[in-house]
Nanobody, 117 residues
């Protein structure tokens, strides 16, 4: 079973940038979709961005044009480059793996992103 470890969160001022990383314990080269979600206290976990093993991407409207998701299959790692950060981007960010075949879903432990105004 794939395990995911996120890193790269922290405290940043509004307008700043952060890059999140999600390293998988096994190959993610094929037949899956990797995604970043975020969650604030008392609210549901929402999709931020996703990328398939073919490289197709999808973004939430609120981050379109500011965030970029990418993957390095050779390094088993997915990234989320976050630019022009806003206080409303403050959340715990979770990495997610979903297999196309069987639909197995794996979550990372989350990494806190805090954007100060």
């Amino acid at each position: 079973q794939v395990q995911l470890v996120e890193s790269g969160g922290g405290l940043v001022q509004a307008g700043g940038s952060l890059r999140l990383s999600c390293e998988a314990s096994k190959s993610i080269a094929s037949n899956n979709i990797m995604a970043w979600h975020r969650q604030t206290p008392g609210k549901q976990r929402d999709l931020v961005a996703s990328i398939t093993s073919f490289g197709s991407t999808n973004y939430a409207g609120s981050v379109q044009g500011r965030f970029t998701i990418s993957r390095d299959n050779a390094e088993n790692t997915v990234y989320l480059q976050m630019n022009s950060l806003r206080p409303e981007d403050t959340a715990v960010y979770y990495c997610n793996y979903r297999a196309f075949i069987g639909g197995a879903t794996i979550w990372g432990q989350g990494t806190q992103v805090t954007v100060s105004s």
